[in-house]
């Protein structure tokens, strides 16, 4: 590992300062520094802003949530009223990696944790997220667990967190603190579509410091969805989150009930949370039956350009679209 400068920021103006070139940010650490090990992060300065003042969660006048960027993913997934208001999202996080990291990482960490592409990972092999320009071996090799969505000639990789994929469809936004100030960034626009700069995953300038993010409220049930490899320790081969309320009877065979409003999105098929907007506009308004969920299904995944071998993702996301929504029916009117 290279030698690096570590310092403890106090507060975000310090962290600002501090961030000079070639800084990066520590959260937890549960990602940064394995990156490290592997040679794939070479920062020459550490900034912890893992205790900054963002450790609370606020809970506002109109049920908006203000989660500060340095809570953990153990104690935003424990909080009584996250769970209470905003099932999902305890749910995602609660599917991710284990308790011990979920104990150590960050709000911020988790939403700029990096893709787990294993080419991305080895130094030894070429890689135009990590070294640009070099190419993309993902694409003609190994890539099953990669991108059907939204991908790129220069990149293919996706995006690991669990909870962003809450975050996307729970229509949060992310309070930045830039050296040109502080803004807020809707959530579809904090990460980013691959295209020609594959090393760029969010559309964060440089030094910018993530402070929080705020959730409104979510009036409506909702369930968080993972498929993958083995039961615990695993990231998504996909992924969805669910919000849906219907209005009208419905019948004894489940049947009946329009669909009032609805959010969704999906994990583990692109380079960033995918949020599902084309399958919401089938939805709305639409009676909420199987056909109807399959059809809004398919209108999202109409797009989807699969690879050599992650074919099978497509019908994947389809039927967990489907059967969430129909699970979530049962309880939404
Ligand atoms: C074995 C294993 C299994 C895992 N499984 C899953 C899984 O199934 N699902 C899942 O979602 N995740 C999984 N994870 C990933 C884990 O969730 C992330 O490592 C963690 O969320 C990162 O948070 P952190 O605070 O430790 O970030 P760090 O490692 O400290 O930082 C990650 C990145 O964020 C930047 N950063 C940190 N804080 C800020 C900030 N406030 N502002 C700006 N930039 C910042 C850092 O510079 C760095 O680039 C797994 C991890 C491991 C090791
Ligand atoms: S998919 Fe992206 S991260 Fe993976 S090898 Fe290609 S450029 Fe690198």
Same mark, same amino acid.
């Given at each position: 590992? $290279? ?13 600002? =300062?501090?961030?000079? %070139? ?41 049920? @908006? ?17 996250? $769970? =209470? ?14 308790? *011990? ?19 991305? *990972? ?12 070099? !190419?993309?071996?993902?694409?003609? !090799? =190994? ?34 603190? !830039?050296?040109?100030?502080?803004? @807020? ?37 909702? $369930?968080?969805?993972?498929? $993958? ?55 709305? !308004? ?22 050599? %071998? ?24």
């Amino acid at each position: 590992m $290279r030698p690096f400068v570590y310092e403890r920021a106090a507060d975000a103006a310090g962290a600002l =300062e501090m961030h000079q %070139d070639g800084a990066l940010y520590l959260g937890g650490g549960t990602n940064l520094v394995d990156l490290m090990r592997l040679g794939v992060e070479e920062p020459t300065r550490l900034v912890d802003v893992s205790r900054l003042p963002f450790g609370e969660i606020e809970v506002l006048g109109d049920g @908006t949530l203000v989660i500060g960027a340095a809570v953990s993913n153990s104690d935003l997934a424990a909080d009584r009223t996250v $769970r =209470e208001t905003h099932p999902l999202l305890a749910q995602a996080i609660l599917t991710g990696a284990s308790g *011990q990291i979920r104990n150590r990482a960050t709000v911020g960490g988790n939403l700029l944790q990096r893709t787990r592409c294993s080419y991305f *990972q080895d130094t030894s092999k070429p890689c135009n997220k990590r070294d640009p320009g070099t !190419g993309c071996p993902a694409r003609e !090799g =190994e890539h099953h667990n990669l991108a059907i969505l939204g991908h790129s000639p220069a990149c293919v990789a996706t995006h690991p967190s669990d909870m962003a994929v809450a975050l996307a469809a729970l229509d949060a936004s992310v309070r930045v603190q !830039g050296r040109e100030g502080e803004r @807020t960034v809707p959530f579809e626009e904090f990460h980013r579509l691959p295209g020609n700069e594959p090393e760029r995953d969010s559309n964060l300038r440089d030094g910018d410091l993530v402070t929080a993010v705020e959730v409104p409220p979510l009036p409506m049930p909702s $369930r968080y969805r993972k498929v $993958r490899e083995r039961a615990s320790f695993a990231f998504a081969l996909v992924s969805v989150a669910a919000a849906i309320r219907t209005v009208g009877a419905t019948v004894p065979d489940g049947e009946g009930g329009v669909v009032r409003d609805v959010r969704l999105a999906l994990g583990g098929v692109a380079h960033k949370p995918w949020r599902c907007r084309r399958a919401e506009d089938v939805l709305r !308004g639409a009676p909420a039956t199987e056909e109807t969920f399959m059809r809004a299904a398919e209108a999202e995944l109409e797009a989807a350009a699969p690879l050599r %071998d992650n074919g099978y993702k497509v019908p994947l996301a389809r039927n967990l679209i489907v059967r969430t929504l129909m699970e979530l029916r049962e309880v939404a009117s």
